[in-house]
């Protein structure tokens, strides 16, 4: 059943996801904050665990819709999405495949000046196609089915996807022909592009019809959660001659929204972009906290208020990026992690509200709970039935 049609009086923001995801729920919060209703779209898995994340999610979204449909291979059935009701909301925020899903049923708000623009936004083979004939700084890259002159060392990656999962760093020939192969065997999924091993480096924020309302440099200074993932912490930092690329590639684009671009700095000093995440990333409540105001830039991004944004980041700030590790929950240090969390709380809840605060101390709550049962599982199969070693039996056992 297609889910009701949005409130007239306030304006909506959907957020469109198959698994939750932290900035999302972060980001809903501050918006609601602002007067913005939101409302997310996950999937129509209906689970106990999805039921019970979906159950502790409610504090921050005015409604949950369980209606994205996927086939037996796991990929979202797009016919089956609710277009008519997504035409009346202001915003979209999706992770990529969703949005993949949702541009193919034309059911995203337009984010560039034309609809041959669309497109890159969802590929990043074309993407950085597009940056490199726009003159800006990007590494040499290829259709991982094409005949190309790299050589191990190469990355290969999916040209949709984000936070560093499937990129591989291919390091000799027999993985190289390997890759090439099952590329051919399916085209069009991945991309091949020359290995930059610099520094780290993003450029984030929100534009309007292509002007940079807010952004920040920043880079990773935190362990990563992931090899090519988020960082757990990053450093605030000026850095005028990769904004000012950025900046004309986002007029270039005539993009609306928030974005992330991620570079790598090359051994001549220039930043190379790697990647273009057009969706709220996240590390931006930290930018929040470094200065920026990228609530306010958003809501006027789309229309959603006439007051042009004033904040600036400051550099050489380092900060935290919520949320505290949920895989960490029942670990034996669990009151360190807790400890950790209370300070994230307290820091974040003038920004991102109560319901935020109850919405994550429940899960993380929960996981903590997940992960004690699941060690004390494990914990009674290493010990065996009778408290012994593993295979022993109760005496007169048979």
């Known amino acids: 059943m297609a889910p009701a049609a949005p409130a007239s009086v306030r304006p909506v923001v959907a957020f469109v996801d198959i698994e939750p995801w932290e900035a999302f729920l972060q980001f809903a919060a501050a918006l609601r ?5 939101v409302e997310r779209l996950t999937s129509a898995d209906r689970s106990m665990i ?11 979204f005015q409604r949950i819709h369980p209606l994205v449909v996927r086939s037996g291979s796991g990929e979202v059935v797009a016919d089956q999405l609710p277009v008519q009701w997504l035409a009346g909301v202001r915003a979209v925020e999706a992770v990529d495949v969703m ?37 800006l700084a990007a590494p040499a890259t290829w259709a991982a089915e094409e005949e190309h002159p790299l050589s191990p060392p ?26 090439r192969d099952e590329a051919r065997a399916e085209p069009g999924l991945l991309l091949c592009q020359e290995w930059a091993p610099g520094e780290l ?19 990773d200074v935190g362990a990563p959660r992931t090899p090519f993932g988020p960082p ?22 005539g993009y609306t ?24 990333f996240g590390a931006w409540a930290a930018l929040q906290t470094a200065g920026l105001d990228l609530v306010g830039a958003y809501v006027h991004a789309w229309g959603m208020s006439p007051d042009a944004p004033t904040g600036a980041a400051r550099p050489d700030v380092r900060l935290r990026v919520l949320p505290a590790d949920m895989s960490l929950a029942g670990a034996e240090a669990l009151g360190a992690v807790l400890l950790d969390h209370l300070r994230d ?24 709970v997940v992960q004690a049962a699941r060690r004390a599982v494990r914990h009674g199969r290493a010990r065996g039935p009778c408290g012994g070693l593993p295979g022993s039996r109760p005496e007169g056992g048979s």
């Not at 949005?99 to 984010?111: F, K, Q």
């Not at 041959?116 to 726009?134: G, V």
């Not at 990053?234 to 904004?243: A, S, W």
């Open 99 to 135: 949005a993949a899903a949702l541009a193919s049923v034309h059911a995203l708000p337009p984010r560039t000046a034309a609809p041959e623009l669309e497109p890159l936004l969802l590929d990043k083979l074309a993407m950085t196609r597009y940056a490199r004939d726009l003159g």
């Open 201 to 219: 480096l993003h450029v984030a924020g929100v534009a309007r019809q292509g002007e940079l309302l807010q952004a920040a440099c920043y880079r």
């Open 232 to 253: 757990a912490e990053i450093l605030t930092f000026d850095d005028p001659r990769t904004l000012e690329e950025t900046t004309r590639l986002m007029e270039s684009l």
């Open 33 to 37: 904050r602002r007067g913005v209703s």
């Open 154 to 179: 190469f990355v290969v990656k999916p040209r949709l996807g984000a936070g560093g999962t499937g990129v591989v760093v291919v390091t000799d020939v027999a993985t190289a022909t390997r890759v």
């Open 345 to 368: 709380v307290l820091a974040h809840v003038g920004l991102l509200g109560a319901r935020w605060a109850f919405s994550t101390s429940c899960r993380l709550v929960s996981a903590a």
């Open 257 to 280: 929204g928030a974005f992330c671009l991620d570079y790598v700095r090359a051994s001549d000093g220039r930043a190379l972009l790697v990647d273009f995440n057009a969706r709220i």
């Open 50 to 60: 999805r039921r019970v994340n979906d159950l502790l999610q409610r504090p921050v």
